[in-house]
């Protein structure tokens, strides 16, 4: 069974704005490429893609889009991320099963990962990147993704997308 996660994934136009906030990526970080940027609403582990898509269907049935922006970068253990602003993200990730996992829930997109032990690594990105504000966007559809290792790395993939309703 794959591992599976939700997820909003921002529009061309917001990831290219974030490209260009960061500029020349520095050595030392693993940087996400683009392409597998997104902001995970909930993970579910190893599970079957039909009985979570029917599950995750019954829970997004009817739920209104959100509106979404990306701001000031952070970082947790290991992780250089930009936060996920938006008044519905939360419970639009409750909705979707977060809250399952005994951490909280910190809407974010992840852009670098560094040894943790080196914390120093990502204060230069942190810095640069304290007043980004992405352009703001209207996510109308929460994905269902796969996360399969590859040689090489690990790669996402769209399995479902579930509309939102338009406000």
Not at 77 to 85: D, K, Q
Not at 134 to 143: D, K
Not at 148 to 156: A, I, S, V, W
């Amino acid at each position: 069974m794959p591992v599976l996660f939700s997820a909003l994934l921002p529009p061309d136009d917001v990831a290219g704005a974030v490209a260009e906030a960061i500029g020349d990526p520095a050595p030392g970080l693993r940087w996400e490429p683009p392409e597998r940027w997104h902001i995970t609403l909930a993970y579910y582990g190893r599970d079957d893609v039909g009985t979570r898509g029917a599950w995750l269907a019954d829970r997004l049935a009817g739920r209104a889009s959100v509106d979404v922006r990306l701001e000031k970068a952070a970082t947790f253990p290991g992780v250089l991320w930009l936060t996920a602003a938006g008044g519905e993200l939360t419970p639009l990730a409750h909705a979707a099963g977060a809250g399952a996992e005994a951490r909280p829930y910190v809407p974010h997109l992840t852009l670098a990962r560094f040894p943790r032990e080196q914390p120093a690594l990502a204060e230069r990105w942190t810095d640069k990147l304290s007043g980004f504000v992405s352009p703001g966007w209207t996510a109308t559809e929460v994905v269902l993704m796969t996360s399969e290792r590859e040689p090489g790395g690990t790669r996402y993939r769209v399995v479902r997308a579930f509309e939102l309703n338009r406000a």
